[in-house]
Structure formats: C-alpha cells, structure tokens
C-alpha cells in the first residue's frame, strides 16, 4: 500500500493483542473507519509491525514531506515498555517529529495499567517522552463491549482528535532544545551547529567516562567471585557468601550511583543535540543549506561518525553488564537496588542509541 494520505502507524506488542482477543487491531480498524465517515478522507493504517513493508513505509514517511500526515499511535501496557523495538519506535518518531515541531503526531493510548505514566521524575525515557502527551486512557473503555455507545463515542472521539491536529498549523521549525522547556526559542540552522559544536565533546566525554566506571565495575564484581570461591573452600556456607554479597553491595555503592549519573547525563545530552543533527542531515539532503553551512555541518558529521563507532562499543558491553546485574539481583536482596539502578543506566543508554543509529542510517543515505 502506498499511502500518500494520512496514515497511522501503530506500535503495540503482538502478544498483548493475542491476550485480548484482537482487540487491539481492531480498535485500529474502528478509528480509521470512524475517521473516514467524518471527515471523507481515508485513514492508512499500518499495524503489522513486524511486517517489512510496514518498516518500508514507516522510513518513506518519515523522510518526506508526508511526516505532517503521519500519526504514530503507541498501545501503553507493561509489555510495551519492556519491548525494545516499540520503544525503537516511539524513540525514532519522537525525534523526527521534535525536529520538524510536529510533537502532536504522537497520540499515546494507555491501554493497560502502567503507574509509571503517573509518577514524577521518571528515568525511563520512553516514559517521559509519553508522559509529556495528552494520552488517551483507554484502560476502562478496553474492558466495555465494542459496540457499546460509551466504547464508539470514544473511538469517534479519537478520530475527531486527529482531524483536529491535522488540520491545526504545525509550529515553525525545529525544535532543538529540550522539550520540557516550551518556552524556549526556535534555533536557526547556525543555533543547532553551535549547539552541536559544544554538546557534542560533552558527549564524547560521558561515554569515555562509561568505560571508565565499567572498569570499575567488573574489578570489584571479579574480586567479590574469588572471594566467594575461597570462602565456598574454607566451607563458609551460606553465611559465608552473604557476608562476601553484602561487604559486595557496599563497595558497589559508589561506581553504581557514578553509572546512574552518567546514564541521565548521556540521555539529556542526546535528547538536546538530537533534533538539531535531523535537522541538518535533513537540510544538506535537500539542498537547502549554503556551501559553508553545508561544509560545517559534514565536519560534524565526519566527528559522529566516530563517537558512533565508540557508543556502539559502550553499549555493547553495558548489555552484558545488564544480563549479569539480572542475575545477581535475583540472588540477593541487598544487590537488588544496585542491580535496578545498574538496568535503568543500561536502558538509557540503549535508548539513546536508537537515536544515534537513526543518526547513522540517514548520514550514510546522504
């Protein structure tokens, strides 16, 4: 199907749709025909996710025009946030509508029970990136009949809400700052290479530092395994191994409350420099920066491409540690909170690298 209409893209996990009944899918269907009856058009919706037409469309969307056409529509419900492509894909969306201004493409359905849509000062990312929408709580109409007349006056509801952002005028240019700061000014193409001339040594600089305290990480873990081996020979028991897991939590009080920084750190620095590199990738491909801005910004890109090579890396070995922090906390209840806060920094990070591989995948199409 190529769709040059409006189109909505849905992000839910196949397996919560099993779980109830296909009303998931079906759902989509009764906003696209609720949308058509009202206002004549056709609503493309795409819900095989998993389909690579699906991503084939997704990617032309968003690298065209027809982004201020394209709703993305996330089915919240526990299994939505531990899934790692819907958060890909919320991740991916959010950064290319911020830098176009067209934050209201993104219509969150919280469909189960999440109580971190509710709670302040969430780490989760994808939680704040939900929370700082007006979502629509579907966790009571889920449960009415779907030809009830409280269930249909809601999806039409629905369908009357992405009218109306369609037909509201997107906010001029992109946004490159963060989004918790409505106030602030739009930056023009030199404001975003400034900005990435100073945020992104920063950057560089937090993920050096992440190699740094997993270093310290592994040495202090590796030495707490011997010493669990030779209390285990000298016939400790399970005494024995609590007193070398609790004497192990207190020495990784310290690099694991260092990694909880850095994790937030490497977050914020991404979610202030990503829109603004979209922005120029996006410009350059279509020509419409001057030679010198074009010349500035391939230096940049040049400097990217490195750090992109290094966070891979970083990632890579932050995963392994996130494995092995899963393991422990399930052991031990004095590793528990130390190990949670190690797999939020992880998530993090892995988080903000679905920002940086969008980074890649368009500089390398330039």
Not at 8 to 27: A, C, E, K, P, V
Not at 145 to 159: F, K, M, T, W
Not at 217 to 245: C, H, I, M, P
Not at 283 to 294: L, N, R
Request: proline fraction near 4%.
């Amino acid at each position: 199907m190529n769709a040059i209409g409006p189109a909505g893209f849905w992000s839910y996990t196949h397996r919560d749709d099993q779980l109830d009944g296909g009303r998931i899918r079906r759902l989509a269907e009764a906003i696209a025909h609720a949308f058509e009856i009202t206002t004549g058009d056709e609503l493309h919706v795409f819900v095989d996710n998993a389909s690579i037409a699906w991503g084939e469309q997704w990617r032309a969307r968003l690298d065209s025009a027809l982004t201020s056409t394209t709703f993305l529509i996330p089915i919240i419900t526990p299994k939505f946030l531990k899934s790692q492509e819907c958060r890909r894909e919320i991740i991916t969306f959010s950064s290319h509508a911020a830098s176009l201004g067209l934050e209201d493409l993104i219509l969150p359905i919280h469909y189960v029970d999440v109580p971190q849509l509710t709670e302040e000062n969430s780490s989760d990312e994808v939680v704040q990136l939900i929370s700082r929408r007006q979502w629509v709580d579907w966790r009571q109409l889920r449960l009415e009949d779907e030809d009830s007349p409280g269930y249909r006056q809601a999806v039409n509801q629905l369908a009357l809400r992405l009218k109306g952002i369609l037909e509201t005028p997107p906010a001029s240019g992109p946004i490159a700052v963060p989004l918790s700061d409505p106030g602030a000014d739009q930056p023009g193409f030199l404001d975003s290479l400034a900005e990435m001339e100073v945020s992104l040594p920063e950057w560089a600089e937090t993920v050096q530092e992440f190699g740094e305290v997993l270093d310290s990480l592994n040495k202090t873990t590796q030495e707490s395994a011997t010493q669990l081996q030779q209390s285990d020979a000298r016939g400790g028991g399970f005494a024995g191994r609590l007193r070398v897991t609790n004497a192990l939590a207190a020495d990784l009080s310290e690099p694991v409350a260092k990694l909880a920084e850095l994790g937030a750190r490497y977050s914020a620095d991404l979610s202030r420099i990503d829109p603004g590199i979209i922005t120029m990738i996006r410009m350059i491909g279509e020509g419409e920066a001057t030679q010198e801005e074009e010349n500035s910004a391939r230096e940049i890109f040049r400097q990217l491409t490195e750090m992109i090579a290094a966070s891979r890396e970083a990632v890579s070995n932050l995963q392994g540690l996130s494995e092995g922090a899963k393991v422990m906390a399930s052991g031990s209840r004095a590793l528990r909170p130390l190990m949670n806060s190690i797999q939020t920094a992880v998530q993090q990070v892995i988080d903000g690298q679905t920002m940086i591989e969008e980074w890649a995948r368009m500089i390398d199409e330039l």
